[in-house]
């Protein structure tokens, strides 16, 4: 074969959509257009001595890909441009890069404050897994500074936020809470997947690390699972890097080839996802039969003004409650044909789902109530269908109420 010996494209210098079709690509001797899939375990060397250099860190090739993998590295390497990381390391699962951030980072007698509006398992992990290994927790409003100041400790290690929130689309403070935490030595980490890496960067707003489900937007077409976990080479040399090395929650070399052809088309969708959104929201705003709607890009949200600051969008994701609450809110997603009831988001398909039942059924009542997540609410994760056909839709499940 012949050698591709063209010189790499400098990608730190390209605008977001281009960095996401040519960012991190590494291309084999035969010159291949797309990225190459290498589907295999392990490597081999050109000697004991190249192979004692590569365990000792002395040379950079690749090792076992629980380690490291090329095309893993390129999906690594083009998240961490996109977000303006200094590095990146990938996982199996969304839930994995928030564990692992997390987990990295504690030792038994630490402590990690938390936002009380998170995703069930996310707060499965701060207030059941962390304990289990003697890591105190505590959790507070997050939208109340004053709490997130009062919770702190001297052993306080780390932060952890969602923002916008999952489901009720709260958005919090990232600068501040960040100064906050910095106080008294302690990171912050921020879980991104409701604003994408496109319409907010909590690096930029203080955050010490981002975490991804790539599942979501990032694949965006329902064909595989994917986390990410981005923060300076510092952060991740320190925290992650040995961690996820020896507990293996490894991104599969064929996911991250899908993942890599999702973020070419990543700007376009999120682009028109985000813009029907905003359409759907002013449409459900205006009907008696929703008693609120939650939408950063509305001028009612009670963010808005903080979204306006730290988004450069409304999100792709529409929550909203039914007059009427659980039995209600149940008839109207029954009598959707176009928004498919599942517990995902983030595809190009619009996905409906009732929180209080699904992806938050393992909390009390009392703990939904403070989370903002009433029987009555309903998330929608907005497509890529004509905007006109989701309102028929809407209307369709409306009139069923």
Same mark, same amino acid.
């Given at each position: 074969m012949?050698?591709y010996?063209r010189?790499a494209?400098d990608?730190? +210098?390209?605008?977001?959509?281009t960095?996401?079709?040519h960012?991190?690509t590494?291309?084999?001797?035969f010159?291949?257009?797309?990225e190459a899939l290498?589907?295999?375990?392990?490597?081999?060397?050109?000697s004991?001595?190249?192979?004692?250099?590569?365990f000792t860190?002395?040379?950079?090739g690749?090792?076992?890909?629980r380690?490291?993998n090329?095309t893993?590295?390129?999906?690594e390497q083009?998240?961490?441009?996109?977000e303006?990381?200094?590095a990146?390391r990938?996982?199996a699962t969304?839930?994995?890069a928030?564990?692992?951030a997390?987990?990295?980072?504690?030792r038994a007698?630490?402590?990690?404050v938390?936002s009380r509006?998170l995703?069930?398992?996310?707060?499965?992990?701060?207030?059941?897994?962390?304990?289990r290994f003697g890591?105190? +927790?505590t959790l507070?409003?997050?939208?109340?500074?004053a709490?997130w100041?009062?919770?702190?400790?001297?052993n306080?290690?780390t932060a952890?936020l969602?923002?916008?929130t #999952?489901?009720?689309l709260g958005v919090l403070?990232?600068?501040a809470?960040a100064?906050?935490?910095?106080?008294v030595?302690?990171t912050l980490?921020?879980d #991104?997947?409701?604003? +994408?890496?496109l319409?907010? /960067?909590?690096?930029e707003?203080?955050a010490?690390c981002?975490?991804?489900?790539a599942t979501?937007?990032?694949?965006?077409?329902?064909r595989?699972?994917g986390?990410?976990?981005?923060g300076s080479k510092d952060?991740?040399?320190t925290h992650?890097?040995?961690?996820?090395r020896?507990?293996g929650?490894?991104l599969?070399p064929?996911?991250?080839w899908?993942l890599?052809?999702g973020?070419?088309t990543?700007?376009?969708?999120v682009?028109q996802q985000q813009?029907s959104?905003? /359409?759907l929201?002013d449409?459900?705003?205006g009907?008696t039969?929703i008693?609120?709607?939650?939408y950063?890009?509305?001028p009612?949200?009670?963010q808005?003004?903080?979204? /306006?600051?730290?988004?450069?969008?409304?999100?792709t994701?529409?929550?909203?409650d039914?007059?009427?609450? /659980?039995a209600?809110?149940?008839?109207?997603a029954?009598a959707f044909e176009i928004i498919?009831?599942?517990?995902?988001?983030?595809?190009?398909k619009s996905?409906?789902?009732h929180p209080?039942t699904t992806?938050?059924?393992?909390?009390t009542?009392e703990?939904?109530?403070a989370a903002g997540?009433?029987?009555?609410m309903l998330?929608?994760?907005v497509g890529?269908?004509?905007?006109?056909d989701?309102?028929d839709?809407?209307?369709?499940?409306?009139?069923?109420v």
């Open positions: 012949s050698a010996d010189p494209i990608a730190k +210098t390209l605008r977001p959509r960095k996401m079709v960012g991190g590494m291309r084999s001797g010159g291949e257009t797309s290498f589907l295999t375990q392990g490597f081999v060397y050109n004991a001595e190249v192979a004692e250099g590569r860190g002395e040379d950079e690749f090792q076992y890909s380690f490291g090329p893993v590295a390129m999906f083009r998240m961490a441009l996109l303006g990381a200094e990146a990938a996982t969304g839930m994995a928030v564990t692992n997390l987990m990295g980072q504690v007698g630490d402590h990690v938390a509006q995703f069930g398992s996310c707060l499965y992990v701060v207030t059941d897994l962390l304990p890591v105190e +927790t507070v409003d997050g939208d109340d500074l709490a100041k009062a919770a702190l400790r001297p306080t290690r952890f969602e923002s916008p #999952n489901p009720a403070d990232i600068p809470i100064e906050i935490v910095h106080s030595g302690a980490v921020v #991104n997947v409701f604003a +994408t890496p319409m907010q /960067k909590p690096l707003l203080g010490d981002v975490v991804y489900s979501k937007h990032i694949d965006g077409q329902g595989c699972l986390g990410v976990i981005l952060f991740i040399e992650i890097h040995n961690y996820l020896q507990t929650p490894s599969s064929f996911n991250a899908v890599l052809k973020l070419e990543l700007p376009l969708r682009a813009d959104a905003g /359409k929201a449409f459900l705003a009907d039969k008693a609120r709607v939650y950063p890009g509305r009612d949200h009670p808005y003004e903080l979204a /306006k600051r730290q988004m450069k969008g409304g999100s994701m529409v929550a909203f039914v007059a009427g609450g /659980k209600e809110a149940f008839r109207m029954n498919k009831i599942s517990n995902n988001l983030g595809d190009a996905l409906v789902t209080a992806t938050h059924q393992r909390l009542e703990a939904r109530q997540i009433g029987q009555g998330r929608l994760s890529l269908e004509d905007v006109e989701l309102i839709d809407l209307k369709r499940g409306l009139a069923a």
